[in-house]
């Protein structure tokens, strides 16, 4: 099978094919004669066997009436097999397909073929039918038609096909033909355009649909934005009230200690300057009760303020004032970086038992490895430390390398 009969073959039913249109025909290179010619045939083909099957209908037809052998098929094609009816039947049905338009057979079917046509699908005035579609044919192919038994039939002279007649006719019918195509595709078209719209409707109501609630959606999501950023501003500032509180705290916390241990060293150098053995008040508890108020009740106090009231209290009366000194600042240290001042743990730390700890933070013991283990751990002012331990008289004050436990971070911005 050529290309063009491949392109022309459709299948509405099985093994039934399509018949060409006008403009398939003009496409494949057919003369207005052999168009108009074809049309005919296929008029007479569509009102006798309908548009679904035809040609395979007209086969069929055919070997009913006994004029099978002018379309090319055995004389006993009735007797054969199903398997081979049916084959050469196929057969048939190409090779009419293939001479009603196609680029192989521009100049349309043999005559055989047309006088088959013509005595399967009329039933009346069969003979005149075929005297005009001779004229026709003779004007396709430049020739006079010959039947299938070989012999030349005359061309008849036909008033109302003579030449000018015959191209006037053969005008129209290919405009008709090409109207009624168009006619077609436009409604085809009009058919595809209206599914589209009706598409293209539904596609809007969903996308209408989609919107809104997109809107809704976008308005929701601005609502939760702004509360957002609004519950941003406010824990801002929280965090902002909360770390200036923090800072003052500190600042407090520094300023004081510097001050107790700015008193407590000004009351020693004071008891230095006077070599009072004995001493009717204490020069520390003196400081501390300037500090905290000579009748202020340690419970209404909070923080390092009530701490350091009642670990004075704790202090050895009979140890000297450097060494009640030197143990009130290493506590306000230890404080200030443990709040939990567990003497077990800081015993761990330094590596000494907690007694002795213990005793050093309440001016019971001055070993001087002991203060600089404490000293190092809770973070004090080394130079500030080995000035007391010499006042106290320590004669040479040996610092560690650093430290591998874990050791008290001193906070940032603490001095001595």
Known sequence: MDADNQADMDRPNRGGRRLRTVQRMRE???????IVLVTRLQQHLHARFGHAGTLRALVDHAITLGLHRQLGMPADIRSARPVDRARHVTQAVKRLSARLGSRRHPRGPEWHYVEVIVRCCCEEDIE???AALASLWAAAHGDSPVDFRGDV???PTLPVLDDDRLEITAELVVRCAKLEADLARSQADNALYQGN????????RVLTRDLGLAQE???AA???EQQARLDKEVLTRMVTCENRRQVRLQKRNDDLVRFIAMSLAIANREVRQTSTAIQLMDPVQTVVGRVLGEEADTKSLSGLLAQTGQHVLRLRVTASPVRRTLALYL????YQHDPSTNHARLAEEVGFPVEPVRNTLTAGLLHPPLVVAIAEVVGADRDWVTRLLKQAGVTSVLWPLPRQVPR???PEGYGS
């Open 28 to 34: 494949t290179g057919c003369s207005d004669a052999t």
């Open 128 to 130: 005149g039918e075929l």
């Open 153 to 155: 039939l005359p061309t």
């Open 197 to 204: 719209l009706g598409t293209a409707i539904r596609a809007n």
């Open 217 to 219: 959606e976008l308005q």
């Open 222 to 224: 601005q609502h939760d």
């Open 331 to 334: 506590w306000i240290c230890w």
């Open 408 to 410: 008290y971070q001193q």
